[in-house]
């Protein structure tokens, strides 16, 4: 039985984040961070395509204030992916450089 896609990215993003933060990434979390993003109270930092931006936000998980990098997917109002906290800095395709190599 195949999963759908919003499922797929939503499991993705659980485990980079807890893979790259020690952090469980779990369904306040999500929600917290979509609507972050909804009410631009993140910071847009690439528009990958007409559904998928980087942004990054500042959430407080337990009880520290932490710079987080998201892949946002519009369309299914999901987080993607966290990216590594070394994502420092911008330049236009720098994220997508990154996603592939720690997808490899």
Known sequence: MSRSKTKSQHMHARRRCMQRFGISFGKKMHDDFVHLIQTNKATLLEKQSLRVSVYELTYNAYGQDTKFKVVYDKQRKTIVT???????????????????????
Do not use: M
């Open 82 to 104: 966290i990216l590594p906290p070394e994502a420092q800095g911008f330049s236009p395709g720098s994220y997508t450089q990154i996603i592939g190599k720690n997808n490899e």
